[in-house]
Structure formats: C-alpha cells, structure tokens
C-alpha cells in the first residue's frame, strides 16, 4: 500500500532539482510555506514515510508559543529527517520570563532522528552541524521517544535509556496463523464478541468522533490518567483535518451502542494503535479484543506489514499484559533519547520550578527518571 498517495500533504509535482540532491543540513519550521514544502519532499522521498514524521502530524502538538521544526539533510544515497518541537522555556509560569533559552522534544508517538541511505561521515557531518545550531538556540536540553523500528534511526548524540517493553503486533500472516499466535485469553474474548454480537466498523471520515472521545475520555479517567493525556475536541477536529487518508477510527458496536473505539494511524510499513478506550460494559463481550483482531487483518489487507500497540503507563502493568495477548513474538524495547546541552541552566530550571511549587504551596519533586527533570 503507498499510504503516501493520500492526502496528508501532497505528493510534490516534481522531485527536487539537480542543484539540491545534496545539502548542507538545514532547520525547517513548519509554519513557513517553503520550509514545509522542502519538508514534505523529503518526506515523500524516504521509503519508510512514517506518519509521525510528517509536519502536519508534527504541528498538531505544538502549542501557541512552540515551533514544530525539522532538522533536516538531503545526501545523494537518502538523507535524515530529525522533527521536533522547539519550546521556548520563558512560556513556562516557573521559568524566568526573560529566558532566551529552550528545548526541543519530539511529538506524541514516536520519533527520530529518522535516517536512510547515509555514507560513512553523514551522520558525523549531521549532528556537528545540529549541536552547533542547538547551541546557538540555547537549548537546554533535547529528549526524543524514539523509533521502536531501530533500522529506521540515526544512531542518537546523546543518552539512551530504556523505558519498557512495547509490543508490536505483525500482521502480514494468514487469518489461521494470525489466530494461533494469539494467547488464549485472547482466542476467548475474540468468539465471545462474535458470539454476542459485535460488529466491527471501519471509520476514515471521522462520523462517530463524539462517541470516540466520550469513551476515550472516560477510560483516561478510570486509568487517572496524566493531564498530557487528554485532548480537546478541537485537537481531534485537526487531526481529521490534516491527517485525511493516514487513519480510520475503529469502533466495536453492539446493537447501536459504541463500546470500544480506536484510532488506527498508518505509516507507509506498518501502523499504530493510537489512541481509543472501551468502555466498561465492553469487558465482558470481548469488544476490544474483536476490534484488535479485525484491525489486523484490515492492516495487512492494505499491505501494512505491522501494528505497533503500544506499552504500558507502568512496567508490566494490565495494558501491558493485555496487549501481550495477541503475541509475545513482537517485543520490542522502546527507547528514550536524551541529551543536555547546557547542565547549568537545566540545574537553575531546577531550582526555579522548585521553588515556584513552593509558592503555590506545594510540595514538589522532580518524577524519577523523567527528563528534563524540570518538566517533571
């Protein structure tokens, strides 16, 4: 399937010229007409096209104050696609309101340095001139969720740690295969939906978006989910709006009620389970395990290779467990880049937002483990 052939972002009418098939890297930002066309055709030209490195799926995620930006690098064998968000730190109620600096992360999901097609010193070449402009920036610190398909990066200028595992499920197997591969418990609750009842429909346009957030809102609360969890309606109005032809929603229904919704979002090889929830008279019928089930064979029908489902909010938590259900063989690590750029001012952020809880009157310490610590 050339899922690229769709409408998030049109495919240029004509590769780039002669003079541009090598660059120096360069630094997009996506609001800039030009900068978001160069964007998009290199974009269209890497094999893998994953949606979540496409400026439309990037944008999505910036807030008023941020910019979604890619560091870019055109090479005659392929090139480097880096997107970020650059977020200035003085938005920030802790932070102080004169700062020049910021930091960059990458968007929901998960991201790059997405690379392909490099020689010997490109990737050298590359960050060089990365870490000389983030400097120049005054960025503080980097942090980027990466890629669980590691063919697809470049090796990352900085730490990386682990943080659980995620299971991605292939699909490119027959129905009988696809079936044994699954756990029992899955097996189980896939004929007890059938048996009840539930229909699987398939949603590209988005008509039953209100029924999808309702139940994606009340599962984040049953989870408690963190705040950075949660979307707006308008966000999902933007995400249908500039993602049209790279998803469908999924909702399993029983007589005319939703009990389990889900968004499936493609990449040109494989897909993600993105976002969804079911709700609690779902359980018992089996609602989401048919919808897992259908969703696979609809991606493999579309010559889709893999569905990436994701981990969970803690290691070896339900959601976890869960999704082992539909196969163990998958498992991938998912991987945390990090990089501080400037330790003596991520140190004074530190302190800064320390000391802001405490005038609000509250106690607060940075989360173990989360970076930057003073984004905790």
């Not at 964007?39 to 941020?66: G, K, Q």
């Not at 730190?89 to 991201?111: I, K, N, Q, R």
């Amino acid at each position: 399937m050339d899922v690229a052939s769709t409408t998030a972002g049109t495919r240029p009418a004509a590769p780039p010229s002669a003079s541009e098939s090598v660059l120096e890297p360069a630094f997009l930002d996506a609001s800039r007409t030009r900068d978001h066309e160069r964007w998009v055709e290199l974009w269209w030209d890497w094999p893998s096209r994953d949606i979540m490195a496409h400026p439309d799926y990037v944008r999505l995620f910036a807030r008023p104050e941020d910019r979604a930006m890619a560091a870019i690098f055109r090479t005659a064998g392929g090139g480097i696609l880096y997107p970020f968000l650059l977020r200035p730190l003085a938005a920030e109620p802790w932070a102080p309101p004169e700062s020049g600096s910021c930091d960059l992360a990458t968007p929901y999901g998960y991201g790059g340095p997405f690379a392909w097609g490099l020689r010997p010193g490109e990737a050298g070449r590359f960050w060089n001139r990365f870490d000389t402009w983030a400097i120049a920036q005054g960025v503080t610190t980097s942090f980027a969720r990466l890629s669980l398909f590691s063919e697809q990066l470049l090796p990352w200028n900085g730490d990386v740690v682990p943080s659980g595992p995620n299971v991605v499920r292939h699909v490119d197997l027959s129905n009988e295969a696809l079936w044994n591969d699954y756990r029992q418990e899955a097996r189980k609750y896939i004929t007890r939906a059938r048996e009840a009842g539930v229909r699987i429909v398939f949603d590209p346009a988005g008509k039953k978006l209100a029924e999808f957030q309702e139940i994606y809102t009340a599962t984040m609360d049953r989870r408690n989910a963190s705040e950075r969890y949660y979307f707006p309606r308008e966000f999902f109005d933007r995400f249908i709006a500039s993602l049209s032809g790279h998803f469908t929603f999924v909702h399993a229904i029983l007589g005319q009620r939703v009990l389990s919704s889900e968004i499936l979002l493609f990449s040109q090889e494989h897909a993600y389970s993105y976002l969804g929830g079911t709700l609690p008279e779902g359980f018992p019928v089996g609602a989401n395990y048919l919808l897992k089930n259908e969703s696979f064979k609809y991606c493999r029908d579309m010559g889709i290779g893999a569905v990436v489902l994701g981990g969970g909010y803690q290691p070896n938590d339900g959601i976890l467990r869960y999704k082992r259900h539909f196969g163990l063989s998958g498992e991938r690590p998912f991987l945390l880049g990090q990089r501080t750029y400037d330790a003596e001012a991520a140190g004074q952020l530190l302190d800064r937002r320390r000391s802001w809880e405490a005038a609000q009157g509250r106690r607060w310490s940075p989360a173990s483990g989360y970076f930057p610590h003073y984004r905790s």
